[in-house]
């Protein structure tokens, strides 16, 4: 006769084995909109081609683990294919990743297995006119195992997404060669939280003294590296990737390829009140928009750098 022991054993082997994975689902869709964004401080517009008509597009946030279902719809007012590539995601870039047309709408499926920062971006040809248009954002994928001493609970949250802007009508090979290139994009807009180099500027960054401050950085540009570095401040932990497993101590600056991402920690001051130019380090991208100032004072707003204001539009 089996001993109760036993009968529970089997019990609980046979409820672990029906047991759903841990992730969760998730759904997200988004629409494809060809309009006109301003692209600087001053509200200079250009035609642009976006994902929910926002550059970057909407910030994608699941748990390693979920299964993302997602839909994109190609609105039928565009003029162009268009399509979407996960970075998070393992499939089949000829069937989950193809082009729909104008008017047509496409769903798929995948599981988020690492965690991380990752690019999504626009995959129809010519990439590097979908990209440089804005066709762009970031899904975070949070580590199942939560926070932890190698992965602190951050104060604040920010995203920063890199992208080109080029001269409108910039033919593809020219897109291709670096030419007409006029500037950077710190979320859609070139000196977009930098009022020291732009008195348009109407947002900052901000946090208050002695925060962890945790930046998710996307470099969406078509070519060319960034180089992040945290004037008048040293990362204190880098993630390369955005995966805890990949952690670096006491960062200057950290090269991210294009069409990737890290996350960074900066620990500001305590009992002061400071300012940090988070920077791609290369003068011409600096010195044409990417630079963005983290403001650290005691009257930091706090709602920034939280909840939905982790993307400050
Ligand atoms: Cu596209």
């Given at each position: 006769m089996?001993s109760?022991?036993?009968?529970?054993?089997?019990?609980?082997?046979?409820?672990?084995?029906?047991?759903?994975?841990?992730?969760?689902?998730?759904?997200?869709?988004?629409?494809?909109?060809?309009?006109?964004?301003?692209?600087?401080?001053?509200?200079?517009?250009?035609?642009?081609?976006t994902?929910?008509g926002?550059i970057p597009?909407?910030v994608?946030?699941v748990?390693?683990g979920?299964?993302?279902?997602?839909?994109?719809?190609n609105?039928?007012?565009?003029?162009n294919?268009?399509?979407?590539?996960f970075?998070?995601?393992?499939?089949?870039?000829?069937?989950?990743?193809a082009?729909?047309?104008?008017?047509?709408?496409?769903a798929?499926?995948?599981?988020?297995k690492y965690p991380?920062?990752?690019?999504y971006?626009c995959?129809?040809?010519s990439?590097?006119e979908?990209?440089?248009?804005?066709?762009?954002?970031?899904?975070?994928?949070?580590?199942k195992?939560?926070f932890?001493a190698a992965y602190?609970k951050?104060?604040?949250e920010?995203?920063?997404?890199?992208g080109?802007?080029?001269r409108?009508?910039t033919?593809?090979?020219d897109?291709?060669?670096?030419?007409n290139?006029?500037?950077?994009?710190?979320?859609?807009k070139?000196?977009h939280?930098?009022?020291?180099?732009?008195?348009n500027?109407g947002?900052?960054?901000?946090?208050?003294p002695?925060?962890?401050?945790?930046?998710?950085?996307?470099n969406?540009?078509?070519?060319?590296?960034?180089?992040?570095h945290?004037?008048?401040?040293i990362?204190?932990r880098?993630?390369?990737?955005?995966n805890?497993?990949?952690?670096?101590?006491g960062?200057?600056?950290?090269?991210?390829?294009?069409?990737?991402?890290?996350?960074f920690?900066?620990?500001?001051?305590?009992?002061?009140?400071?300012n940090n130019?988070?920077?791609d380090h290369?003068m011409?991208?600096?010195?044409?928009g990417?630079?963005?100032?983290?403001?650290?004072?005691?009257?930091?707003?706090?709602?920034?750098?939280?909840?939905?204001?982790?993307?400050?539009?």
């Open positions: 089996q109760v022991t036993g009968l529970l054993q089997a019990f609980l082997l046979s409820a672990l084995l029906v047991a759903p994975a841990f992730g969760e689902t998730v759904k997200v869709s988004m629409t494809v909109k060809e309009i006109d964004l301003p692209v600087d401080n001053t509200g200079t517009t250009q035609r642009m081609w994902y929910d926002t597009g909407p994608v946030r748990k390693q979920d299964v993302v279902q997602f839909s994109l719809t609105d039928a007012s565009n003029k294919s268009h399509s979407m590539d970075h998070a995601a393992i499939v089949d870039v000829l069937d989950e990743f082009e729909i047309k104008p008017g047509g709408t496409k798929f499926e995948f599981e988020a991380g920062a990752f690019i971006h995959g129809a040809s990439m590097a979908h990209i440089s248009r804005g066709m762009y954002g970031v899904i975070i994928v949070d580590p195992e939560g932890s602190p951050p104060d604040r920010y995203v920063l997404v890199q080109d802007l080029f409108e009508g033919a593809v090979e897109l291709l060669d670096g030419k290139w006029v500037g950077a994009l710190i979320n859609g070139v000196f939280y930098d009022p020291v180099h732009d008195p500027a947002k900052t960054l901000q946090a208050s002695g925060e962890r401050v945790r930046v998710f950085y996307v969406a540009s078509i070519n060319d590296p960034v180089a992040l945290p004037i008048a401040g990362w204190d880098v993630y390369d990737h955005g805890p497993r990949n952690v670096m101590e960062v200057q600056t950290y090269l991210i390829p294009p069409a990737s991402a890290a996350t920690d900066l620990v500001t001051p305590v009992g002061r009140a400071t130019a988070i920077v290369a011409t991208r600096a010195l044409r990417a630079i963005s100032v983290l403001m650290t004072s005691k009257d930091a707003d706090p709602k920034l750098g939280r909840g939905e204001q982790i993307i400050l539009r």
